[in-house]
């Protein structure tokens, strides 16, 4: 089971609308495959035409012996399924926060899911707490839309930094860029800047398109309405360069006196 999480501090960046159509594209291609939504707005569960309802709501999922099954909803994608976020979902910090462990029970929970499905896609909220924190833990990789900007590339930065200074491992940062506006100088400068430095962006990038902006009027994943659009084209082609993703090594670290 491999794990990727949308997330990025600033909203409207495109982080639920690729969470959508990256599980869809995996799902599609016979990969049992789970959304969960960990963000109270519940735009994943809603783009998936599902009820922004979570049976027992975010304390019940929880709970050390909640099975996941029961709260695990199908859609009317083949393959594809949902832990939907319901308003509940905004005490998420709290709830986690009266765990021993705070920052490990995602990926506790994830462990029992690890059987059941291929791939898992969590879209997070734009929020730096605990629920975040346990996302880092335990996610293998986490995409993070950028729109082309200093200020996106600033935030990423800091996003580096608070990586590094929690002894989180870096190598999980995926950053690529969405809603580029080719016609406009300063994504275009941005993007070509951003590649000089030699830092890590993929390939692949969204651009600013009415196909994807519909999603939400048709609350479908792109590709299940325009299937040929510029829009599901771009979405095809970053699951592609994502799907060759190999789960890193733990990185090897200098052994403890103790150890040694
Ligand atoms: N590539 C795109 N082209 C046009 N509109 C987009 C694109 N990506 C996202 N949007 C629109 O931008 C808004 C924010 O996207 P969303 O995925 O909800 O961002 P986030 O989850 O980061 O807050 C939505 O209205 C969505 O339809
Ligand atoms: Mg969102």
């Known amino acids: 089971m491999k794990t990727f999480a949308l997330y990025n501090l600033k909203g409207g ?3 639920t609308t690729t ?3 990256l599980a869809y594209l995996a799902a599609s291609e016979g990969h049992r495959t789970l959304v969960w939504d960990i963000d109270p707005q519940g735009g994943a569960t809603y783009l998936l035409g599902k009820k922004t309802k979570l049976k027992g709501g975010i304390h019940k999922l ?4 909640t099975k996941l099954p029961r709260i695990i909803k199908p859609t009317i994608y ?3 399924y949902v832990i939907p976020s319901d308003i509940s979902t905004r005490e998420l910090d709290v709830v986690l926060n009266e765990f021993k462990r705070p920052n490990h029970r995602f990926k506790k929970l994830l462990k029992g ?3 059941d499905f291929n791939y898992v896609f969590i879209d997070c909220p734009p929020s730096l707490g605990t629920a975040i924190e346990n996302v880092f833990h335990a996610a293998d990789f986490i995409l993070v839309p950028m729109i082309p900007s200093r200020l996106s590339e600033h935030a990423y930065g800091r996003l580096c930094d608070f990586f590094e200074s929690q002894g989180y491992d870096s190598r999980k940062l995926v950053p690529f860029f969405t809603l580029v506006d080719e016609r406009k100088r300063i994504h275009k400068d941005t993007i070509k800047q951003f590649r000089k430095d030699k830092r890590k962006v993929l390939r692949s990038s969204i651009p600013y398109a009415a196909s994807v902006e519909r999603m939400s009027q048709e609350r479908a994943p792109i590709h299940a309405f325009a299937p040929k659009s510029k829009g599901a084209f771009a979405y095809r082609n970053l699951w592609q360069e994502l799907k060759w993703f190999r789960k890193l090594k733990p990185l090897w670290q200098f052994p403890t006196q103790e150890a040694s």
């Open 13 to 15: 960046v495109g982080k």
């Open 19 to 21: 969470c959508v159509n």
């Open 62 to 65: 929880l709970q050390p012996n």
């Open 78 to 80: 083949d393959n594809t």
């Open 113 to 115: 899911a690890k059987r």
